[in-house]
Each structure stands twice: as structure tokens, then as C-alpha cells.
Nanobody, 113 residues
């Protein structure tokens, strides 16, 4: 059974930074591409970033390029999302997922102005 547990969300001021973590179990993490998504209240789920199994290939949605960085530690079965220069429009629930698979419960991010 795949289990994904996100953490690290919270309240941050506009322009600030947060680092999200997603601890994975029940899957062969080191061979699994991983994604981050977000969903704000009343809006559809939005893809944020993806990372290949090795960490060598990453891809971001345009709105976060240059501000967010996805990374992973296969020894810890964990994927991260470093979020810098945050904007009010980044406020959402953030979820990780194995690419094409189920997502975790999410962690909320609130950005104050």
C-alpha cells in the first residue's frame, strides 16, 4: 500500500520561503518519478513540478519556474519542494504523488501580504 505523507506547510509572508517534504513508503521509491501538485479552494488541481527517479530531470509549471525547486533523497524515500519568493497566488494545499498514481493528504500553504 502506497503511503505519501507531506509536511512543511504553514504560513509564510509574501517573498518568503518554505520547504515541503513528502515521505513515501509502500513503493519502490528509487525507481519512481514523483510529482508535486497544488489545489486552492474553488480551483482545479494544478501540476507544479516533477522529478525523474534519479533526480536528474525536473520540470516545472511556468508560474513557479525560477522560484521553486523539486529534489529528492532516495536514501530517505523523500521528495522535497523548496519554495522561494512566494506570492499570494501560491497559497494552496500541496500534494505529492507518484507520477500517474495516488496522492498524499497534502499540506497547506498560506501566503500573507
Amino acid at each position: 500500500q502506497v503511503q505519501l505523507v507531506e509536511s512543511g506547510g504553514g504560513l509564510v509572508q509574501a517573498g518568503g520561503s518554505l520547504r515541503l517534504s513528502c515521505a513515501a513508503s509502500g513503493l519502490t521509491f528509487s525507481s519512481s518519478p514523483m510529482d508535486w501538485f497544488r489545489q486552492a479552494p474553488g480551483k482545479e488541481r494544478e501540476f507544479v513540478a516533477t522529478i525523474s527517479w534519479s533526480g536528474g530531470v525536473t520540470y516545472y509549471t511556468d508560474s513557479v519556474k525560477g522560484r521553486f525547486t523539486i529534489s529528492r533523497d532516495n536514501a530517505k524515500n523523500t521528495v522535497y519542494l523548496q519554495m522561494n519568493s512566494q506570492k499570494p497566488e501560491d497559497a494552496a494545499g500541496y500534494f505529492c504523488a507518484k507520477s500517474g498514481g495516488d496522492r498524499g493528504q497534502g499540506t497547506p500553504v498560506t501566503v500573507s501580504t
